[in-house]
């Protein structure tokens, strides 16, 4: 029944699609691509139905049939094509192009097997990896284009200043329709799969049995798509980590400049005029000299010319300051594997450095400026070996360098990129993200959403969602806040139920739903939830029973993927598991503390979990999370924040007031001088938490957890000696903790907080981040597909 359905959706979107397409080759208006090494599209159905205003028609139908349109949606498999916040943020990206009648759309590559399924062992807590294969049964969104086909090369050699390449694959494209909310516009996302070229194939030595000579292109075709993000700890793990984002950039430029031609355009130095290609992070940088080539060697433009066309058609924003997430590639790899872009990218560095050195030397600049840049020069010359840094030749070529939230952008301009923002401050902008209304709030929370539609007055907010500041007028009602509360514990249930049915954990429902979900990763501090949670529990053991039956009952939600590869991650996700198994099977603490771990962490899972929470933890140490954007989709479904000065939660806080948000930790600007503190040995940990070190060291949860609590304490061989700073930030964290539940306890007060969470999530719509990216970097207007006649 549901390949019956999603066939029948499909029909429906076709029309709309090719419509989309004709008109935008008509019109020949500029067009943005955004080229992304991840998507998490998330069930495309449940989407589609509701993007085309047609849930009510498909219940219908299928109730007659004996089916309901919730149990066919939940039948369809993730597209297991993300990692996490950067690839939800690419389908809020294209929901949003779509619904704005924007002429763009995505590129990406089709991984067989997606990052991983997540499991956990029920005897030891760990995290447990399988592959995902989540086209196993097929795919009805997507259509396989096998005529749309390009080369791509790797290896071989420069000979007279063009590529011979040692091996080549084809790159063949595998189209999904992305429907606007209300509009007949219907956008491309172009997934490209790797396959072997049959020019490669070696017949001959095929037939004399040599296997291993003859499947070689093969083999390497199917490694290129298999998973995202494979393992880079080998060179062998970075040359196909390489070749998978080349791959993703060859095939698109080859796409878009095919697609430029086909529309009649010719003059090259106007391919900025129609043609705007977005850098999601710095996966897809090879773009920029991958045009630099086409444009140069198979197009006859000079160094010149093609440099000043790139250099207006590619821009690039960064999605993390994390100094180890920021791309590099040993030069030595990139010349073996792409050695005419090398040499395209030598030339970029060295005309780069001279024309940096001629502004500095025009600014004649001041002698403090003068060391620090001396500093800084010595210590990239002193690294071996010579490294190619992808985001410095991001920040180069684009046009314009965009941060993802304000206190991000800032960071970006005043650290990360300082040296560059100095030479060309126009090109640095701020895009705060935002996320779909559609799927995070009008689709996965119908019963909120009535009841907003009904205060609102209308349902303009699943657009225009400035509408939904009508709500804080009746905050306060009693009847708004009993169909709220209503509308919570209907999720509630929903979770309670999927949480039994995966965890066998069975949570009460009158408790608090205290949620974090997000990757698992040092900097984002999971760790600081759970040492938290085994604090409170420490306490309520110590309470007499009447004192006990005062504590606020909580449910405690993690979920979280761990990189296959990050230790300490995986160690956090053990220890929660462990506390859960402790902490759950208490019967002197019963309902009043339940820790659940949920496992394999997706978009559905979090269509089921966001709706239901009402508390959530965006605690990062301050500077880390460049935005976040779950923290926007628990806003916008009425949940509270707890959580640190950083990333979006800075403007989200604006927004909602200080009253209505849990804030708690060191700032920006402190954490440096905590991190001195600690190494100088100055640090003196609060009481309670070396108290929970100990109870955690006591063997409580099985294992004493040597690894994790070691790295907190610097100890020798256990890492960097608190790094995130949970230590520092933890007395804070309990206190306010201690807010939440006193807040919690006044129901009414926390309904109206809840009220004026969603009133006042209006600036984290997608379509808003969309419009000004439209306006204010890749110069497009709005395409709108006429209604048939
Ligand atoms: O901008 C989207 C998201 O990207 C990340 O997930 C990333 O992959 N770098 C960041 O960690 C998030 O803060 C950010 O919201």
């Known amino acids: 029944m549901y390949q019956a359905t999603a066939q029948s959706v499909r029909e429906g979107l076709v029309e709309r699609w090719n419509d989309t397409y004709a008109h935008f080759h008509k019109e020949n208006p500029k067009q943005a691509y955004y080229l992304s090494m991840e998507y998490l599209q998330g069930r495309a159905l449940t989407n589609a139905i509701g993007n085309m205003g047609l849930t009510g028609e498909y219940s219908e139908a299928l109730r007659s049939l004996g089916y309901t349109l919730e149990d066919v949606m939940s039948v369809e498999r993730n597209a297991g094509l993300g990692n996490g916040g950067l690839g939800r943020l690419a389908s809020c990206f294209l929901d949003s192009i779509a619904t704005l009648d924007l002429p763009a759309w995505g590129y990406g590559l089709r991984y067989k097997y997606g990052l991983f399924k997540q499991g956990v062992d029920k005897a030891t807590g760990e995290q447990l990896e399988y592959a995902d294969d989540w086209l196993e049964v097929g795919n009805p969104w997507e259509v396989a284009r096998p005529q749309v086909s390009y080369p791509i090369s790797f290896y071989g050699k420069v000979v007279n200043g063009k590529w011979a390449p040692g091996k080549q694959v084809r790159a063949v494209a595998y189209d999904s329709p992305i429907p606007g909310y209300k509009t007949r516009n219907c956008i491309s996302l172009r997934m490209w799969d790797a396959q072997p070229s049959a020019v490669e194939f070696d017949l001959a030595a095929f037939n004399a049995s040599d296997y291993e000579t003859s499947m070689g292109p093969t083999n390497l075709a199917s490694m290129l798509c298999a998973v995202l993000y494979p393992g880079d700890g080998t060179r062998e793990g970075k040359a196909l980590r390489l070749s998978q984002q080349y791959m993703l950039c060859s095939a698109s430029v080859q796409d878009i400049l095919a697609r430029w031609k086909e529309r009649g355009n010719s003059d090259w130095s106007k391919l900025h005029e129609k043609v705007a290609i977005q850098m999601n992070d710095t996966h897809p940088t090879l773009a920029a000299p991958e045009l630099m080539r086409i444009l140069m060697d198979d197009e006859g433009l000079s160094w010149d010319d093609a440099w000043a066309v790139t250099k207006k058609t590619v821009a690039y924003t960064n999605h993390t300051v994390m100094p180890e997430a920021l791309e590099k590639w040993p030069l030595d790899l990139v010349e073996e594997l792409l050695p005419r872009h090398m040499e395209i990218i030598k030339r970029i560095d060295e005309e780069f450095i001279a024309s940096a050195a001629k502004a500095k030397a025009a600014k004649a600049a001041k002698k403090d400026d003068k060391k620090k840049d001396d500093k800084k020069k010595k210590e990239s010359e002193e690294e071996k070996p010579a490294m190619v840094r992808m985001a410095n030749l991001c920040c180069i070529s684009g046009m314009a360098i965009n941060g993802v939230a304000a206190i991000h952008s800032e960071i970006v301009k005043d650290f990360t990129f300082n040296d560059f923002y100095k030479l060309f401050p126009e090109k640095f902008q701020n895009k705060t993200n935002g996320v779909t209304p559609r799927r995070w709030l009008a689709f996965c929370n119908p019963q909120l959403s009535a009841v907003i539609t009904k205060w609102v007055g209308n349902d303009k907010w699943v657009t225009d969602t400035d509408e939904l500041r009508k709500l804080a007028e009746h905050a306060t009602n009693p009847e708004l806040q009993a169909e709220w509360k209503a509308a919570k514990l209907a999720r509630k249930k929903i979770c309670k139920d999927y949480i039994k049915k995966v965890t066998d954990i069975d949570v009460p429902i009158d408790s608090m739903f205290d949620i974090q979900v997000k990757r698992i990763h040092e ?267």
């Not at 529990?537 to 005062?550: D, I, L, W």
């Not at 040995?681 to 004493?704: H, I």
């Not at 807040?743 to 997608?766: C, L, P, Q, V």
């Not at 969309?770 to 209604?787: F, L, M, N, R, S």
């Open 523 to 789: 900097y984002k501090r999971q760790f600081l939830n759970i040492l938290g949670i085994i604090y409170r529990y420490k306490q309520m053991k110590a309470m007499t029973p009447e004192e006990r039956a005062k504590c606020v009952p909580r449910v405690c939600i993690f979920g979280g993927k761990a990189y296959a590869t990050y230790t300490q991650a995986k160690r956090i996700v053990r220890l929660i598991n462990n506390v859960g198994s402790v902490v759950n099977n208490d019967p002197e603490i019963g309902d009043l503390l339940k820790v659940v771990f949920v496992p394999d962490y997706n978009v559905s899972l979090a269509e089921t979990l966001i709706p239901a929470s009402e508390l959530s933890q965006h605690i990062s140490t301050a500077g880390t999370e460049a935005s976040g954007t779950s923290n926007m989709k628990f806003q916008m479904n009425g949940c509270l924040i707890i959580g640190t000065l950083d990333g979006a939660n800075v403007e989200i806080r604006e927004c909602v007031g200080d009253d209505n948000f849990f804030l708690f930790g060191i700032t920006d600007p402190e954490v440096e001088p905590a991190r001195a503190e600690r190494a100088a040995g100055k640090f003196v940990p609060d009481a309670r938490f070396t108290e929970t070190l100990e109870y955690v060291r006591s063997g409580v949860f099985g294992d004493k957890f040597e690894e994790l609590l070691g790295s907190l304490e610097g100890n020798e061989g256990f890492g960097r000696g608190d790094y995130f700073l949970v230590g520092k930030d933890f007395a804070s964290y309990l206190e306010a903790q201690e807010r939440v539940d006193v807040a919690y306890a006044d129901s009414m007060g926390w309904t109206e907080s809840s009220i004026i969470s969603t009133a006042f999530s209006g600036k984290f719509n997608s379509d808003r981040t969309i419009d000004q990216y439209a306006k204010e970097i890749w110069g497009i207007k709005p395409c709108t597909v006429p209604e048939r006649k």
